[in-house]
Each structure stands twice: as C-alpha cells, then as structure tokens.
C-alpha cells in the first residue's frame, strides 16, 4: 500500500492537470448548454404548434438519451479535422467532442428549466402587464424574467454539478482528463491491483471537493428562495 501511495504522489501533478480538463469541459458545455437551452425553453413556450411540437419531441428524446450513447454518437459524427478557408486544416480534439456531446443533454434539461420557471410565473402578472400595454419584449425583460432567475438558478446549478460529475465517461474516448491520467499511470506503474483505491479514492477526493461546496450553495438557494416565496 505504501508504494501505491508513493506512485499516486508521483503522479499527483498530472493527475490535477487533467481534472482541469474536466473543470473546463464542463464550464463549457454548461455555457453552451445554458444559452441554447434558453432558446429551446422559449421554443417549448411558442404559441405555434409547428414549432412547439417539434421542439418538445427532440427536447424529450434527447432528455431521455443515456449520456454514454450520445457521447459515443458525437465520436463518431464529428469530423477530426475540418478546412477552414484561408486558414487551412483545424482540427477537432477529442475533448472538445465530448464537451458539445454533455452539453446536448444538459440543454434539453435547462429548456426545461427555463419553460418551468415561466409557467411558474402568475399568469395574472402577464395580463395585468398586458392591460398597461407592456409589449411582450417588456414583460419578459421585467416582469418574467427577474422572477424566473431565482426558480431557475438552484435546479440549473444542480445540472452543473451532474454534469461535472459526469465528464469522466469522457476518458472512454481517450481523453486525457482526471480518470483517463490516472488509468494510464496505474498502467505505467506495473498496473497493481492495489493501486486502485489509492488512485481512485484520489479522485473521489478531487470531485468531492469541487462538487460539495457548489450542492451546500445550492440548498441555501433553495432554503432564501422558498422562504421569499
């Protein structure tokens, strides 16, 4: 055990450089997912059917898609270089396929934020803004919106933390984040059984301090909210 702990400290360094990998994938794909996914809650509340419909369809089916399968679908789909003209060839890493791949479902899931949070509004407050003849840009911007903020921004926060707990699947694809580091040490160290709970235990560590501090700010959202409600 002694020299599973001397290995992992060897490897501590390159270990943290990969969880920065997975911090900044999941920053990403949650920027990407957040305003996407308001465009799709807006679509959801459409008042035509011809978009409304549609929108739920693909918005329910992405929500109920393993992460697994959709992560392995943008591997697969994604080209690994694309011409650019003028600038020539870039090329596409991996990690950057499977950051648009999490921030698929994580979109569908903050549509679904946004389109609750609206409905949660008093449709009483929208007629009475009607009645003053507030145009509907107006009484988004300030009778909707500023009371959705708060319904929305403990569940989404909620979606953060699962989808940084959720981008080490992306080591699958050989992504070089905090799980995929530490297989290939262990791997390099003679691939001992017992490094396997110092290594992993590790990261358990690493997610848990990261994580733990954003669910206690998430619960105390939730507790100043419900109180003002």
Known sequence: MLDAIETLFVWIPLI??????????????MAIATVAGFFVGMMLLSRSAAVRLPTRFVNT??????????????????????????????????????????????????????????RSVPTGQTEAAESLAFTRRQIFWRILL???YKRMLPPWMNWYALLALGTPMAAILGVQEALGTAQEAMEAAGGKPEFLVP?????????????????????????????KD
């Open 16 to 29: 943290l450089q990969g969880f920065l990998l997975n911090l900044t994938m999941s920053l990403i794909a």
């Open 199 to 227: 290594f992993y235990g590790f990261l358990l560590l690493l997610f848990f301090a990261y994580i733990y501090p954003i669910a206690l700010y998430t619960q105390r959202l939730e507790r100043r909210y419900a109180v």
């Open 146 to 148: 500023p009371q959705c």
């Open 61 to 118: 089916s992405i929500r109920n898609s393993p992460w697994l399968v959709v992560l392995f679908i943008f591997l697969l789909a994604l080209p690994f270089e694309v011409k650019i003209p003028g600038f020539g060839v870039a090329f596409i890493p991996d990690w950057l396929k499977a950051t648009i791949a999490f921030s698929l479902p994580v979109t569908a899931n903050v549509a679904e934020i946004v389109r609750g949070a609206i």
